[in-house]
């Protein structure tokens, strides 16, 4: 366990980096060799908006890590948070920081983005994808990686996170979101197992379906049990699924760089309303 803390409190930055191209590289390989949906479309430029958003994302993480870092360090000095005030065996302790880092960070954050109208013009590009795949994962509007940012410093304090849980939630984070939203053909039985703890690519691929009610359901990245728990979760037969936002099918904000960066700024569009529910 020392070890684990020494090792993400001092976690280089060539290792983050590592982190996010080799789990990039790693599930692009196996939904290549055995992908769930065979569709064809043009991946070179669907992927080229993806790894534009990548590149911000990072950029935006990268410039704001000293906020994380002083927010973690303020917590730290001031016994602030569940970490600090609860004296708890170290392993007890870890399993807590996550859950409130994940539930705050993850969960909430991205529940919130779903029903408060300006946040969700932000978070309207990264469900506008119309082909999910691992490079999905870090497709995110400028400004939500910000909004993000912001509900992550809260996790933080409230949580009282050193900066090695916080650098070891955000790993695991990463190594998630590139997981769950992958492409692969995942053995259902596994997937079955695993949704049980941790969200996974049959739950997740729910969340993208194009028309709601499905769209606001399995919110979770890392535990899934936060949508048992608050009422979000839901299975279907993902063959049925059809990616995408129904309000926003057009290229431009499914594709063009230029048209998805500009949504947010656009007046918002309410979600159509049909004749009947649709059931998967």
């Given at each position: ?266 007046p918002y569009r309410p979600h159509i309303e049909y004749e009947s529910p649709e059931k998967l």
């Open positions: 366990m020392d070890e684990l803390i020494q090792y993400f409190s001092n976690m280089p930055t060539l290792h983050r980096s590592g982190l996010l191209v080799g789990g990039l590289a790693f599930f692009f390989l196996v939904e290549s060799l055995a992908p769930f949906f065979t569709e064809k479309h043009n991946w070179l430029k669907h992927t080229g908006a993806k790894l534009f958003f990548t590149l911000t994302t990072v950029i935006i993480n990268f410039m704001l890590a000293f906020a994380l870092l002083k927010s973690s360090d303020w917590a730290v000095a001031n016994s602030f948070g569940a970490m600090q005030m609860f004296d708890l065996p170290l392993w007890l302790n870890l399993i807590l920081g996550l859950l409130i880092m994940d539930f705050i960070g993850g969960w909430l954050a991205h529940y919130t983005q779903h029903h408060v109208k300006w946040m969700w013009k932000f978070h309207l590009v990264h469900h506008s994808d119309q082909h999910i795949d691992t490079f999905s994962a870090n497709r995110h509007h400028p400004g939500e990686s910000l909004i993000r940012v912001v509900f992550t410093i809260a996790a933080t304090v409230i949580a009282g996170a050193p900066i090695w849980m916080v650098f070891l939630y955000q790993s695991i984070s990463l190594a998630l979101s590139q997981f769950n939203h992958s492409n692969m053909a995942f053995p259902l039985a596994l997937d079955k197992m695993l949704s049980s703890v941790i969200a996974t690519p049959h739950m997740h691929r729910v969340h993208h379906h194009y028309r709601m009610p499905y769209s606001d359901m399995n919110y979770g990245n890392v535990f899934s049990f936060w949508d048992r728990i608050f009422q979000t979760y839901v299975r279907v037969d993902n063959r049925k699924l059809r990616y995408g936002v129904d309000t926003h099918m057009d290229p431009e904000s499914s594709e063009d760089i230029l048209g998805l960066l500009k949504i947010p700024f656009k």
